[in-house]
T-cell receptor, first 114, second 118 residues
Framework: NAGVMQNPRHLVRRRGQEARLRCSPM?????VYWYRQLPEEGLKFMVY????????ESGMPKERFSAEFPKEGPSILRIQQVVRGDSAAYFC????????????FGPGTRLTVL | AQKVTQAQTEISVVEKEDVTLDCVYE???????LFWYKQPPSGELVFLIR??????QNEISGRYSWNFQKSTSSFNFTITASQVVDSAVYFC???????????????FGQGTILTVHP
């Protein structure tokens, strides 16, 4: 029973490039949460998605960041024109459809912007 | 708005000492869950415990124990007879309890860096 998967685990980008981070939920999980952990800080909520819907994006920066969770395939967090301040660990967490509040976390993607 | 405060930024102990990590939270919700996560040097998040706001019983799991006091909005975590492998960053987190479709974003504290020296 595979857990939450994220890839790549490490991603290096130069300023101005695009970063795509992928999150594959556990089997049977249809809710995805993305969190960002800046260096030496706690995790901060970014966005909550269900299949084909963004439920809450109150934690997303207004520009350059977008997220999707298509009907088929993983959830994608996309960062356009990355800047050094985007360097962080990005975690996704997933939950089953109903009644659970425990979020199962993936191993994270560590983004480094040169 | 929800808030979680871990006032201890760093704690350093010698192996076999007991250590308590503090967590204080703020919420207007009447039902909520509290969590502790461990983040070892490898970086992943390891779930340790979930506590429902209705259940104030303390819990013990091996060398770990948790003290939940709703009156003081605290959910402290104690490691007994600490070991070097306990060295990690520990996060306390809070989520509003949901019914029906699960919804909620975890609010994390800043984390406490625990270093256990041999």
């Amino acid at each position: 029973n595979a857990g939450v998967m994220q890839n790549p685990r490490h991603l290096v980008r130069r300023r101005g490039q695009e970063a795509r981070l992928r999150c594959s939920p556990m089997k049977g999980h249809s809710h995805v949460y993305w969190y960002r952990q800046l260096p030496e800080e706690g995790l901060k909520f970014m966005v909550y998605l269900q299949k084909e819907n963004i439920i809450d994006e109150s934690g997303m920066p207004k520009e350059r960041f977008s997220a999707e969770f298509p009907k088929e395939g993983p959830s994608i967090l996309r960062i356009q024109q990355v800047v050094r301040g985007d360097s962080a660990a990005y975690f996704c967490a997933t939950t089953p459809p109903a009644g659970y509040n425990e979020q199962f976390f993936g191993p994270g993607t560590r983004l480094t912007v040169l | 708005a929800q808030k979680v405060t871990q006032a201890q930024t760093e704690i350093s102990v010698v192996e076999k000492e007991d250590v308590t990590l503090d967590c204080v939270y703020e919420t207007r919700d009447t039902t909520y869950y509290l969590f502790w996560y461990k983040q070892p040097p490898s970086g992943e998040l390891v779930f340790l415990i979930r506590r429902n706001s209705f259940d104030e019983q303390n819990e013990i799991s091996g060398r770990y124990s948790w003290n939940f006091q709703k009156s003081t909005s605290s959910f402290n975590f104690t490691i007994t007879a600490s070991q070097v492998v306990d060295s990690a960053v520990y996060f306390c987190a809070l989520i509003k309890a949901g019914g029906g479709t699960s919804y909620g974003k975890l609010t994390f504290g800043q984390g406490t860096i625990l270093t256990v020296h041999p």
